[in-house]
């Protein structure tokens, strides 16, 4: 009996993080309606994208401090004065700030958004893709989860619009829910990566190699979503 009532706390808890989730893809999707017009037309400049910023302020303000930037990440050759660029914003205590990457290869802090897999996962599915969690090195230098969409251009090339969830936030969006749960529980990662527990044994953002007790499947319905709610 205890067993069928921890299992039903699971899902109905996989239940909201499925909805959380789906909501973030839901403000994705606009941004991404309101980029294609942009990359529809030939010879873009970095300088056109400016106008996706108030977009971007709009599903950053939908989101109660969940995601802590967005923007898109433009495919080498899609611009013309550019060969790449990333046109995204960030939360800044002074408000909403563009995000300034090093693009420079010859740069010591070369962020090659290119090699990421949230660049690379949704241009090789043609789908929606989150990944993480993971340390934004070289980017905003702190704990996120990424979600992430493929956008055209009239040459067939491939951006990505991208929004960063705080894992901070999202840890305390789950433990609002979980942080009473007996058993121990973490939402895991495919790779094994804790995401968020409720357990100061379990460490949030590391590994776990523990056998659940039982486990359920986030139901995300607008992305493939791997990550699962276990207890032990």
């Known amino acids: 009996m205890r067993s069928e009532r921890n299992h039903k706390f699971l899902a109905d808890t996989a ?61 080498p050759g899609a611009l013309s004065n550019t060969s790449a660029w990333m046109q995204s914003w960030h939360v800044s205590a002074s408000g909403l700030r563009f995000t300034r990457h090093s693009l420079n290869p010859s740069s010591v802090d070369f962020y090659n958004y290119t090699e990421m897999p949230w660049y690379q996962q ?59 749960f007996d058993p121990e529980t973490a939402l895991i990662s495919p790779s094994g990566r804790v995401i968020a527990t409720n357990s100061a044994s379990i460490a949030a953002a590391g590994k776990t190699t523990r056998d659940p007790k039982s486990r359920v499947r986030i139901p995300a319905l607008r992305v493939q979503c791997s990550w699962e709610l276990c207890s032990f």
């Not at 839901?26 to 977009?55: C, G, M, N, Y």
């Not at 995601?67 to 495919?75: D, I, K, Q, R």
């Open 15 to 75: 239940d909201t993080i499925a909805e959380r989730v789906d909501s973030v893809f839901a403000s994705l999707e606009a941004l991404r309606d309101a980029a294609l017009p942009i990359f529809d037309a030939p010879r873009v400049r970095h300088e056109d994208l400016a106008v996706l910023e108030p977009s971007v302020a709009d599903i950053i303000g939908d989101h109660d401090g969940l995601l802590t930037g967005a923007g898109v990440a433009v495919s």
């Open 122 to 180: 949704p241009r090789a599915t043609r789908e929606a893709y989150i990944s993480g969690p993971y340390m934004d090195f070289g980017g905003t230098d702190s704990r996120i989860i990424t979600a992430a969409l493929p956008v055209d251009s009239w040459n067939d090339s491939t951006s990505v619009v991208a929004a960063d969830l705080s894992l901070p936030s999202f840890e305390r969006i789950l433990l609002s829910t979980i942080h009473t």
